[in-house]
């Protein structure tokens, strides 16, 4: 298992749980009210995130997904 | 004929030629005409599945909810990342196994799995019952774009009648290759139109996103933050996981899957897609803008809100080019629709023993496609408001599949046919009696703390669909080991 596989966790959770951890309307950012700010910001990390995990799975030897097996189970 | 009314017009006849180009002297197997011979690159499977996901219910509908309701619309915005990370696993696997076993649709996956064909006829029956009224929304859809953009000259009947036409035509004749090029020309469009109104609206009317936002806190306090009850936390978050579970599951995306060349592409797609999806996001401001422009559209009136700011703010021939990106929104999603849903009623419920080569499955299928939009038609000019609640139970219908793809996607799958079928069938049911019913978490539990009752109650289903799948496939597993 490689832990870096793990990285998407982080801005899942912050997206899923934006209402508990920023339903706020101050500080505004950028004009926007703090909650829809988080929102946007975490949308932007998780492109970010998912070409890190992209770019350690290029890079290790190994196939990124275990081959598929033909036969149905 | 006004100016709206032609750029429209020239929308419709741009689709309807491309739809028709994009044959090319194609020999039209079922693999060919379904899922593109499987030979799609990245920026086409990325166009295609943007085109997929971007529909008029996410153009209306989004600007509508910021407009109707506020802050819970943010969740729009939400579950697309989520589904984006999942997919970068799931979809290359899904894509790898159908590759690897010569597939056409999302009835032959489960059917192949499971290893059970009543599986496959039953998840068939599922994705049509759920994707007719997908289709019938688009064409709601149409028909209030091209009637309010063209003030009225058009009438949504006769809109909805042009619209059904040309798709009808060149999904006969394209099949995939037609969504995937009109998909093109509409990405490019919706992309100009919602940033530009995006940005325009709340400056020319508000003197920018700041104080647009302030009047709004001023005048309606509390509707930029989620509520304490009703669409609080714990539904944005419950309703987060299970759009995202939902996602890919529609036969149409799930399908489209398939007509990729190289799993390459679902990996870059996850990358990059999560920041197109912040288009979304000018379609809020859009929302937000009109809340103040064009006050009181009650109920579903509220999906009007975009389209009547921009008859209000601007010259008819740009409205005219917002109806195109309108009409365009709800043209590509309806013929992959179409197209799903004859590819599935063809060759896994009536020629279920068809090999994918054989001749008769796109003669078939292709026949099944006026059908199909004449029931849809039928559903859109009889059926009323409770489309909208349809909607609703076909998103959580196919949600229900969720179990089975991710257990057969383990290593080792712990559900066994029988399982599957037992948790499809009592998940379906519970969605069927919770929708109809009107029960919630609130109304099954009203003791329970608020954070519980206000949960999404299509977890309900999801997990009587569990228990189910995982008694029946214990039992059954137990049963001819001991024999």
């Not at chain 2, 894509?95 to 690897?100: G, I, N």
């Given at each position: 298992m ?12 912050a ?14 950012i950028?004009?926007?009210p ?28 190994n196939?990124?997904i275990p081959?598929?097996?033909?036969e149905?189970? | ?17 491309l ?23 990245a ?31 943010f ?77 009225g000259?058009?009438?949504?009947t006769?809109a ?23 998909a ?29 936002f ?15 009850t ?14 995202a ?27 990059v ?10 379609v809020?401001?859009v ?10 559209l ?34 590509v ?5 179409l ?7 063809s ?17 078939l299928?292709k ?13 859109t ?70 954070w ?16 189910a799948a995982?008694?029946v ?10 024999a």
């Amino acid at each position: 298992m490689r832990l870096y596989r793990l990285l998407p966790v982080i801005p899942a959770g912050a997206l899923v749980g934006s209402g508990w951890i920023a339903n706020r309307l101050e500080p505004r950012i950028l004009g926007l009210p703090f909650l829809l700010a988080w929102i946007v910001g975490w949308v932007v990390a998780t492109s970010v995130v998912m070409l890190i995990v992209y770019r350690l799975d290029a890079r290790s030897p190994n196939p990124a997904i275990p081959p598929t097996r033909v036969e149905p189970e | 004929m006004n100016a709206a009314l032609a750029i429209i017009a020239a929308s419709f006849a741009l689709a309807l030629g491309l739809g028709l180009r994009a044959r090319r002297g194609r020999q039209m197997s079922l693999t060919e005409w379904a899922v593109g011979g499987r030979a799609f690159g990245a920026i086409l499977i990325f166009l295609l599945l943007a085109g997929e996901i971007y529909t008029t219910f996410t153009f209306l509908g989004a600007s509508g909810w910021a407009y109707g309701r506020g802050a819970p619309a943010f969740y729009i915005l939400c579950y697309g990342a989520v589904a984006y990370i999942m997919s970068y696993w799931l979809a290359p696997a899904i894509w790898r196994y159908a590759r690897t076993n010569d597939l056409v649709s999302q009835p032959d996956f489960f059917a192949h799995k499971y290893d059970s064909r009543p599986f496959g006829i039953l998840v068939a029956l599922v994705g049509v019952v759920a994707m007719i009224p997908y289709l019938v929304l688009q064409l709601k859809g149409l028909g209030i774009i091209v009637s309010e953009a063209s003030l009225g000259a058009v009438s949504p009947t006769v809109a909805i009648w042009l619209g059904v036409i040309a798709v009808v035509v060149y999904v006969m004749i394209s099949g995939i290759h037609a969504s995937a090029w009109t998909a093109v020309v509409k990405d490019i469009l919706i992309l100009g139109v919602a940033i530009f109104l995006g940005l325009y609206l709340p400056a020319r009317l508000h003197g920018g996103i700041g104080p647009m936002f302030d009047t709004i806190e001023a005048q309606r306090p509390g509707f930029l933050t989620l509520p304490a009850t009703g669409q609080s936390a714990s539904w944005f978050a419950s309703t987060v996981l299970l759009t995202a579970l939902g996602f890919y599951l529609w036969p149409h995306t799930f399908g489209s899957i398939y007509s990729a060349k190289a799993s390459e592409a679902f990996r870059k797609n996850a990358i990059v897609m999560p920041l197109y999806q912040l288009v979304m996001l000018f379609v809020f401001f859009v929302g937000f803008a009109a809340l103040l422009e064009v006050p009181g559209l009650q109920g579903t009136d509220a999906d009007l809100a975009l389209l009547r700011v921009s008859v209000k703010t601007f010259d008819p021939w740009v409205v005219g080019i917002i109806g195109a990106a309108g009409v365009l929104t709800a043209l590509v999603p309806g013929s992959m629709i179409l197209m799903s849903a004859a590819t599935i009623l063809s060759k896994n419920v009536i020629l279920r023993d068809a090999p994918p080569e054989d001749p008769r499955l796109p003669r078939l299928a292709k026949g099944l496609v006026p059908v199909i939009a004449a029931v849809a038609l039928w559903f859109t000019f009889r059926g009323g408001d409770s489309i909208v609640a349809l909607l609703l139970m076909g998103y959580a219908f196919v949600t229900q599949l969720a179990p089975a793809l991710l257990c057969s996607l383990l290593p080792r799958n712990p559900l066994t046919g029988a399982g599957a079928i037992a948790g499809l069938v009592a998940g379906e049911a519970t969605v069927a009696w919770v929708t109809i019913g009107k029960v919630s978490f609130a109304s099954l539990l009203p003791d329970a703390p608020t954070w519980v009752q206000d949960l999404n109650v299509g977890f309900a289903a999801l997990i009587v669909n569990v228990a189910a799948a995982t008694v029946v496939s214990l039992v059954g597993r137990r049963g001819p080991a001991r024999a």
